[in-house]
């Protein structure tokens, strides 16, 4: 149940038709997996947490570099040299102490990855390697729960939700691209994060029930948002078995 505090900091979302108390509830009772907190996890997770979701977990190997800044809004020049994962807790514990943060420096692996998925209900991406992205795929299909999966380059992004028993990433991706250094201005992996984080609240309050995997593509030089379906791939080596 939601204390009085809690409705009265979350009373705009509350008061919202298509969401309200019972949606803030289920809110308040979910468990999200955000592997990576640079750019899109920056957004995700602060997003996330200011909803006021039940439990986040985090997951980054990286340290906070000056180059980062440009676009990474969690962080500043203190902070440099020191664990995003670590930073990113102790920075979203002071924006919303009700929510319970778990933070770990690590690489998200294939041997890894279902130890920390198990018992959360979505599972988002904020990295920025096809590698880790195909392990969360992999945890999203062996244990049967949505992943969120968001990229950019330069003023261009997308942002696709992976629904289970339905198409999964590795039905749109085959292989492991050659990890090069990414050329991104900071307004795309904003908007490709609260998408992803828009997403996520909906589907974990039951505002929204997908039916389908869906991958929305935009440009902002272009002003052009494009969405497709995404068709399950009966030979995927990840989910068509």
């Known amino acids: 149940m939601l204390n009085k505090r809690e409705l009265e900091r979350y009373n705009s979302q509350i008061i919202f038709k298509k969401f309200g108390k019972e949606s803030q509830e289920k809110l308040k009772k979910a468990k999200a997996l955000l592997v990576g907190v640079g750019g899109l996890g920056s957004v995700i997770s602060t997003l ?127 292989e492991c691209e050659v990890k090069k250094p990414i050329s991104v201005l900071g307004p795309t992996p904003v908007l490709a994060g609260s998408m992803s984080s828009g997403y996520a609240i909906q589907m974990l309050s039951s505002t929204m029930k997908l039916k389908t995997s869906f991958m929305t593509v935009f440009s902002l030089i272009d002003n052009e948002f494009d969405t497709y379906i995404i068709k399950k791939d009966t030979k995927c080596a990840e989910c068509g078995k």
Do not use: W
Request: aromatic letters at 8%.
């Open 48 to 174: 996330l947490v200011r909803a006021g979701i039940g439990e986040l977990k985090i997951v980054d190997r990286d340290v906070v570099e000056l180059s980062n800044l440009q676009r990474q809004i969690l962080y500043d020049e203190t902070d440099i040299g020191k664990s995003k994962a670590k930073l990113a807790k102790e920075k979203l514990r002071k924006v919303n102490k009700n929510v319970k943060i778990k933070a770990f420096k690590d690489e998200i692996t294939k041997d890894n990855v279902l130890k920390y998925a198990r018992n959360v209900d979505i599972i988002l991406d904020g990295t920025d390697n096809m590698k880790a992205r195909f392990a969360l795929n992999h945890a999203s299909v062996k244990l049967k729960i949505p992943f969120v999966h968001a990229g950019c380059e330069g003023f261009s992004g997308v942002c696709a939700v992976f629904v289970p028993k339905k198409a999964c990433f590795a039905c749109l991706y085959k």
